[in-house]
């Protein structure tokens, strides 16, 4: 039993090793075999295993260490555990190859998300909308519409925008907080949303005449399609 | 004999920009403390922002006898700048900390027209009402995590607008440069330092490169109010060491680029290094000096490489007057013309490893130069250090990194790795005297009309060289090392230094390779102030 461990834990290490020379080694970060960059030097040193795989999973907040769970394969990330294991100073493991040769798959995404997020776009949903922990939360949760249409996206009406008025200038407005005095709003006048903080006074609110179609303008319908899709499965999970 | 400069780019009283004034030349006209009284200068307060990971590796700002800094995780303090008592602070609360590729670090805040100006580690830029620090207005430029990047740089603040750059050049991720109004935050004018389709300069990038081809703007750009240019450096395009799916020059890559102010348009580029596979970034500071060249005045940009190769070129159209080294070691180019063409490149091949000269930590790091009007020297830090570089092929992943290779630091052949400050002729790159140090200089160099230049170094000695000699002055512990910028300011008559100490960031954290007690060199946060003491002004 521990001997087939052992054997697996070899194996693992070889493979982690190539996934820690792409994602742990480049850059400014753990260095080659991890002889230390900015990021901690990991040569030499003792981890424990669960540490180990728990930071690497979840990152270490408020650092350059990010967390790598959904980014590449679960097994990948235990493979990269191994693999730093034995750094501390126990059997080397074999010279981390070249990997990932041009052509190789990236994660693959719905069409929909990578529409929904579009950097290529000036105005895309993620503008907006916070969805899967990206983008920005000035529109609502689009995360819990398991029936959302692209027809809802195009004739989405935006009851809660009102026309501010503050200084002399009227903007479309979607008041998020008041508090001692203060009103916290978005600014919709361009993407991107800004988060304003205007004493309460003030400002004066009218009806809204804002429509969500401006921001929405960027996507043909069967893109529209695609994101509401992605938005479905979003809500199914 | 040279004609008086007609330019005015020293500060006095206030300390208004990051770079002093918008032509950046870290340059304080103040002489009250000079080489000959420069014994007497003593510390006379310590600030201790209290948030230390990282350092500090802010420029503080000085107006109207209020000093304001930022720090690491973007805290930002209004201090009294005679007494270093507190103002007021601000706390940012970030969307989102984990992960950051880029930082946690923060060079400093811009002010103007009654609000503090600061980019966030999450991508956001923050509007601060300067009496209060209360938060007037916050946009996300673009979400970090689908960016993979960040903003760290301070902000430019051009007429009604507010500029900023983000980082992300080793990531997969297309660059900009955004200006927001001011007043209200919205966005204003957006330049991609990488041409989409049907863009002129989008036919020097192969296939769908472009989309994740790097070119961040992670440093702050300088202005000149004449030619109403912005004039902004644009870093390495990304894979960093490979381009094998990159072919082309890859513009505005490693370019510096001439923008209209009020439009974010293209007037000129310049392209220091094209299809650059080693990560030499054109990012660094641009000074703007006017100065003679063969008998004729002319506007000139002077911009350090990260290779340490310098540019000089007429800020009015982009041509190229010089072209010089700063560093001894280099082997990644045989050399450079005086027109500024690379010659025989040395390029990483894929597979191998390779000794690369100078380090990927740069022939220079981004620490600022400074240029005295009244020496007419350029004074500049430089970094003689190598690496071992193994180039691999890789895929873009959006907002991940995309180094397309690892390094191992190394000693240049011969030698032990050091660093040394350079007093030169900003024309002909010519060195007047040359300041040596055992560890990388990495702290942004002060001069003063009083024959005075100020810098620090990695064990937390802030120093002073006579401008004129290279002869060290004086010098004081701070605590930590120097990774930030120091300035000078007057607050009633009385002039003061003050310096950021607190050791960090990613080229740092390359020293342990190197010198293996840099490991343990001890980080910090705080700003120490220095003046004559009061009995001897």
């Known amino acids: 039993m521990t001997a087939l461990l052992l054997i697996v834990s070899a194996a693992w290490a070889q493979d982690g090793a190539k996934v820690f020379q792409q994602s742990c080694a480049v850059g400014y970060c753990h260095g080659t075999a991890g002889s230390a960059n900015r990021a901690p030097r990991l040569a030499g040193r003792d981890f424990d295993r669960t540490y180990l795989l728990r930071v690497v999973e979840k990152g270490v907040p408020n650092t350059a260490m990010p967390g790598f769970q959904g980014k590449v394969k679960d097994e990948d990330l235990r493979a990269v555990v191994e693999y730093v294991l034995t750094l501390g100073g126990g059997a080397r493991p074999v010279a981390a190859a070249p990997v990932a040769a041009a052509g190789q798959a990236a994660p693959k995404n719905l069409p929909g998300k990578e529409l929904f997020f579009d950097p290529v776009r000036g105005t895309r949903c993620g503008t907006c909308h916070l969805v899967e922990g990206m983008g920005t939360a000035a529109g609502p949760n689009l995360a819990a519409k398991p029936d959302i249409t692209a027809g809802d996206i195009e004739r989405a009406r935006s009851p809660h925008v009102e026309t501010a008025t503050f200084a002399g200038d009227r903007f479309p407005a979607l008041v998020v907080s008041r508090k001692d005095g203060w009103v916290k709003l978005y600014d919709l006048t361009v993407a991107p949303p800004v988060l304003r903080t205007l004493p309460e006074g003030s400002v004066t609110f009218g009806p809204g005449t804002w429509a969500h179609g401006q921001a929405a303008g960027s996507y043909r319908s069967g893109e529209l399609e695609k994101i509401a899709e992605y938005l479905r499965s979003l809500a199914k999970q | ?537």
Request: charged letters at 20%.
């Open chain 2, 1 to 537: 004999m040279c004609a008086a400069l007609a330019q005015d780019g020293g500060t006095r009283e206030n300390w208004p920009h990051y770079g002093g004034r918008e032509s950046a030349w870290r340059y304080s006209e103040l002489s009250q403390i000079n080489a000959t009284n420069i014994k007497r200068l003593v510390p006379v307060w310590t600030f201790q922002t209290g948030d230390y990971m990282g350092g500090l590796q802010s420029t503080p700002l000085v107006i109207d006898g209020v000093m304001y800094v930022s720090t690491s995780r973007n805290r930002v303090f209004a201090l009294d700048a005679a007494s270093g008592k507190e103002q007021w602070q601000y706390v940012y609360t970030p969307q989102d900390s984990a992960g950051l590729i880029y930082g946690p670090w923060n060079r400093g805040v811009a002010v103007a027209g009654g609000l503090v100006y600061m980019g966030t580690i999450d991508n956001h830029v923050v509007a601060l009402d300067q009496k209060t620090g209360r938060e007037t207005w916050k946009v996300n430029v673009e979400d970090m995590k689908q960016c993979g990047c960040n903003i760290t740089a301070a902000p430019l603040v051009v007429k009604d607008k507010v500029i900023v750059g983000v980082t992300g050049g080793d990531s997969a991720h297309r660059g900009y440069v955004t200006a927001y109004h001011a007043a209200t935050g919205r966005l204003a004018w957006r330049f991609w330092t990488i041409p989409g389709p049907g863009e002129p300069g989008h036919e020097t990038w192969e296939g769908d490169s472009w989309k994740h081809g790097g070119g961040s703007s992670w440093m702050t750009g300088s202005y000149d109010a004449a030619l109403n240019l912005v004039y902004w450096s644009i870093g390495n395009p990304a894979a960093d060491f490979w381009g094998g799916n990159r072919k082309g020059r890859n513009l505005y890559t490693d370019s510096v680029v001439a923008l209209d102010a009020d439009t974010g348009k293209l007037k000129w580029y310049h392209q220091q290094i094209p299809h650059d596979v080693w990560d030499f970034d054109t990012a660094y500071e641009n000074v703007l000096v006017d100065l003679p060249v063969k008998g004729a005045m002319r506007k000139l940009l002077i911009n350090v490489n990260k290779s340490g190769v310098t540019f000089v070129v007429d800020r009015t159209n982009g041509q190229v007057v010089n072209a010089f080294n700063l560093v001894k070691h280099f082997n990644w180019i045989k050399g450079v013309t005086e027109t500024g063409e690379l010659v025989g490149r040395n390029e990483p091949i894929v597979g191998q490893t390779m000794l690369i000269c100078p380090a990927i930590g740069g022939g220079r790091s981004w620490n600022h130069a400074a240029f005295s009007p009244k020496s007419k020297l350029f004074y500049t830090t430089a970094l003689e250090w190598c690496q071992n570089v193994t180039a691999q092929t890789e895929q873009a992943r959006e907002g991940e990194t995309y180094f397309g290779g690892a390094f191992v630091m190394k000693d240049p052949p011969g030698e032990k790795s050091y660093s040394h400050l350079d007093a030169i002729d900003p024309v002909t790159g010519k060195a007047a005297w040359t300041y040596r140090s055992k560890y990388p200089l990495l702290a942004s160099v002060l001069a003063t009309a009083g024959d005075l230049v100020f810098t620090g170094d990695p064990e937390g000695y802030f120093f002073a060289l006579d401008a004129r000699t290279g002869r060290k002055l004086w010098s004081h512990q701070t605590g930590s090392g120097n990774r930030g910028s120091s300035i000078s300011y007057a607050v009633n008559g009385r002039q003061f230094i003050a310096t950021p100490s607190g050791w960090g960031s990613a080229v740092a954290g390359l020293m342990a390779q190197l010198w293996p007690e840099a490991e343990h060199f001890r980080t910090g946060s705080s700003v120490v102030a220095y003046a004559l003491a009061e009995e001897s002004r």
